[in-house]
């Protein structure tokens, strides 16, 4: 008897996107009705002649990506797999979809929310997690990475992406997860 497919549950997937089409495939899917989330941070420029002052500027906090909460059978992937812009799905098969815990995604959200200036940093493994305890950041579970015996970043990461964003904190702020 052949094997089936396990029935699809709801979960966050990731979507790769063509370069700076994360917001064109974001707004044809959330025309569609699917939930979609793509995360955006104030990002300090990289290059020093544009950093004057604290300018930051509003950009994906994961470029090439973003973030999609449904239950996908072979039908919805067809249909969201047609998005032009959309490279793919990230996943060995339609029905062997990878998917992103909860847990990240709250992290990744609070950090977006948070408006505190932030950018890309280095994919982390090791480290000691921690969680913020006071501030907007209050309750996301990230990696500290030392600067100084005060201050530090908060690295928040997806360890399907192998991508992590970075921002300021108190390390007062902090105490492990």
């Not at 047609?82 to 992103?100: C, D, E, F, M, Y």
């Not at 408006?115 to 000691?128: C, D, F, I, M």
Request: with cysteine.
């Amino acid at each position: 008897m052949p094997e089936e497919a396990p029935e699809p549950r709801v979960g966050w997937h990731v979507l790769w996107t063509r370069s700076n089409f994360e917001q064109a495939v974001n707004d044809q899917l959330r025309s569609r009705d699917y939930e979609t989330f793509l995360p955006r941070i104030n990002q300090w420029p990289c290059r020093r002649a544009q950093r004057k002052g604290d300018s930051t500027r509003l950009a994906p906090m994961f470029r090439g990506y973003l973030f999609l909460r449904h239950r996908i059978d072979k039908e919805a992937w067809l249909d969201i797999s047609n998005t032009p812009g959309l490279v793919q799905i990230l996943g060995s098969s339609w029905n062997r979809l990878a998917r992103i815990p909860d847990e990240e995604i709250e992290a990744i959200r609070r950090t977006a929310d948070s408006s505190v200036p932030a950018r890309p940093y280095p994919y982390l493994t090791k480290g000691e997690p921690v969680r913020i305890v006071r501030g907007p950041l209050a309750n996301a579970i990230g990696l500290l990475v030392l600067t100084d015996f005060s201050r530090g970043y908060f690295v928040v990461s997806v360890h399907l992406l192998r991508r992590s964003v970075a921002v300021k904190v108190d390390c007062a702020d902090v105490v492990p997860a």
